[in-house]
């Protein structure tokens, strides 16, 4: 039996990471002839039906990473101008859910985002203004900066890369998979020193 929640990770052909697909849209893509390589463990083998010509079964085999040709309609993600879509989850992530004041781990509940500059003072709803913060330490700063509610940043936020964000995107990511994320991080990246190994998982189970 398959692990369906498993997802493919999308390239373009230079290996630059897309996205995160599922393997019904990794099947369509093979089969129409839109993908130039794959590389990486098997994660499905999806069967089809059987040809009135060759009376054979078809059959498609879905590896972890699958380079697709043309240009993904977000391809402007390498411009110096961009920045990924801010959510909770991805934030969190970002931040190892530890509270970037009190420095103490939490649960996603117990967690919120936290406007280092308020937005009541001028602070904008953006990558590189936000921490996560426990809700303790939030209701504490309320309508402060952080040196105002006597209080410490222990990281600095940063907007990640398109690459990074698809690492933050996911729960669950395969070790050939994460080879081309980190190929992709800038050297510098703060979450090289985060990332937790136990995210990577090693193997992909069964058939469908």
């Known amino acids: 039996m398959q692990d369906l929640h498993l997802k493919v990770l999308r390239t373009d052909v230079a290996g630059m990471p897309l996205e995160w697909i599922n393997y019904q849209q ?21 069967h089809g039906g059987i040809s009135a010509v060759s009376g054979q079964r078809s059959r498609i085999t879905v590896r972890a990473v699958i380079a697709t040709c043309g240009v993904h309609p977000g391809h402007g993600h390498n411009h110096p101008a961009y920045s990924p879509p801010l959510c909770n989850t991805s934030l969190f992530k970002r931040d190892q859910n530890l509270c970037l004041y009190c420095g103490d781990q939490f649960r996603d509940i117990e967690l919120s985002r936290d406007h280092v500059t308020p937005i009541s003072r001028g602070g904008q709803d953006i990558w590189s203004n936000v921490v996560t913060a426990c809700k303790r330490c939030n209701n504490h700063k309320a309508d402060r900066s952080p040196e105002q509610a006597g209080l410490e940043l222990i990281a600095i936020p940063f907007i990640p890369t398109h690459a990074e964000y698809i690492f933050l995107q996911s729960k669950q990511i395969l070790a050939d998979q994460m080879d081309f994320l980190l190929a992709h991080f800038p050297r510098n990246s703060p979450l090289l020193e985060r990332i937790d190994k136990s995210l990577i998982e090693h193997e992909a189970t069964g058939e469908h």
């Open 26 to 46: 990794a099947a369509k893509l093979h089969a129409l002839d839109q993908v130039v390589y794959d590389v990486g463990q098997t994660v499905y083998r999806i």
